[in-house]
């Protein structure tokens, strides 16, 4: 690495000292809190309110939900609108690439923990050569070295990867075979702590180095710290080194050009707020509230401390005591000269009140209700929170959740890049067209990449709140129902997919669609009917649609000049009356019209045989068709195995 370049982000590392100090402070005030340093007796309490934590718990869903809420990840444009269908099975590409081939899944759950933790979290997306698949990795923001004034990591002049690898998986891990240095003395010098080499002496390292454990050095042994550098030589030209900051004189692995077609570092940051143009200006919920974590976690001592002291007072003895220790005060005990525990009056304050105070205000800073102690009423002067209008509720929950939206659209602008970034790796990178679709696997044209203009993340900043996004749909539908104008299938699959994400694919079936089969599952049963085999209507059966195929398979058969089966065209004639009286149960009017409209039609097919059947006779006999001699016999009764008409089924019995 260029000395000039190692000497920048040292300084850039030097510069940010008090911003990364906090870091680890963070950390701490999430996990185990900061400890009460002194005392004011033995055993004393020391308690840690988990506010920080709770916060977090809570917000974490409302980007998660925007990401997995809606059925796809990302819906996507056409360059021309006639193409619009066409791009439909490439969102359905890109999501199983994102979902099943690659870990996006694992690692957005981290970016979620990360950006509230710390106020900003970096995913890192790159093609994984070796299972021809995309790669995502979230790393913490202290583990990202840019300038000070970084507005965009994609374009930073530079950018530092700090990677902690342990000794094993430099020498044998599964990226070990990037890294071809492997001689021992060499290894000595870049593990953990060794005093490094050259660049000791450069005033800027040793600067660095005395507060930046874990990014210029660390103190175990068996961890390695390699710096992977991005240098934006041009601003389409990127360089990438790898260097140990112990020994940044040597290369550990030869630098390279980026190839990637959209020339950007392969990085993209979540900040949870926009206060500044710089990578370091964001504030994470830890940050927001650490003094308020801090005082309810005193006044909890403070509580607990008084609890103490009420429960145990001090006592004052009627004589002198040369040896206190000679008392043993335990419940039972006889103490042979008089006692007075000494007063000490009512507490000046309500803990339990100033706590809820504290978290009021924290949860109007965090943007988040709280439902807990901040939702009483802790002050004398005020309303009761049940003397509340409904009016007054809905205002505040609407201002949360303007709030939380305001900021999920902060969060959806920086997805929507990450998803182009991973739409150009893919376009770019895979050549594998397969996708799965529900249960079918389907292959994606090749030319249809090309149609795409742009892509977006799918839903809305309110993605999250389902509740109310179904809250709304139930009130939409009943708004616009019977609206002409209104595509009502689109209604009804924006309820399903609200309902649980899928259920459009498993469950939605257009009007048509669904008459179709049902005439086609009518259709399949009529040659089985007419051989003789009995077939009853099952439940799903929509009986009027099947009642009208089964008719016309009877007219058909009756005008047919076969001869059919006489049982087979009884199993039909049954068929046809089963469903007819099924539909008689839910609709008698509509079972009646079809009946009536068999009749006509059987009546017209007999009159049309014996009409030709006359003509036929008047030709043997040398006659004018349609004449008959005085006293003639009528034309003889239909052929044997040809259907005569049915008799009408009649109203249904009463009652």
Known sequence: MDRDLFKKICKDIDGRKEWADRQPVWYRMRREGIRRINKPYPNAADRHFPLIEMAIKKLKPTCLLQIFANERLADFIAAEPQDTNDVVPVAWWFDYKMRQKSNFEDEIDLIADYRYLYGNAVMKCIWDEDKKQLKFDAIEPIFIIVPDNTDDVRTAAYLVHVKHLSTWDYLHGPESDLYPNKDKTFLKTIQGGSSGADYQGEYEFVSAKRSSEGITHSNDEDTIILWEAYERKEFDKCVIHTISPQRADIDIRPPFDLTYKHNLNPFMDFPVEKVGKSFYSSRGIAELGAPFQSYICKLQNGKADAIDWFNFPMLSASKDLPITQNVNLEPGVIIPFQVAPIQLGSPPISWDAEMANTRDTAEQLFGVPDFGMGEKAYDQGKRKSTDETATEINYKASVTNQTIDLANRVFRRKLGMLYQMAWDLLCEKDEDMEYLQGADFHALPEDVKDKVK??????????????????????????????????????????????????????????????????????????????????????????????????????????????????????????????????????????????????????????????????????????????????????????????????PMGPPPAG
């Open 454 to 647: 742009s892509l977006r993340p799918s839903g809305s900043a309110g993605s999250w709140n389902i509740a109310q996004r179904w809250q709304k749909s139930v009130q939409r539908k009943a708004l616009y129902g019977q609206s002409p104008y209104i595509k009502q299938n689109e209604l009804d699959k924006m309820s399903l997919e609200l309902d649980e994400p899928g259920l459009v694919e498993r469950l939605y079936q257009d009007p048509g669609e669904e008459e179709a089969n049902q005439m086609e599952a009518q259709a399949k049963e009529i040659p089985a009917l007419k051989e003789g085999n009995p077939i009853k209507p099952k439940p799903s059966d929509k009986h009027d649609i099947h009642a009208t195929v089964a008719a016309k398979g009877i007219v058909k058969s009756a005008m047919s000049n076969k001869n059919e089966d006489p049982e087979g065209m009884q199993q039909l004639m049954n068929h046809y009356k089963q469903h007819i009286m099924e539909l008689n149960k839910v609709n008698p009017q509509l079972a009646q019209q079809i009946d009536k409209q068999l009749q006509a039609a059987m009546t017209q097919v007999m009159q049309n045989k014996q009409r030709q059947q006359g003509m036929a006779n008047d030709r043997m006999l040398g006659r004018s068709p349609g004449t008959m001699e005085q006293g003639a016999a009528p034309p003889p009764p239909p052929p044997q195995g040809q259907t005569a008409p049915p008799q």
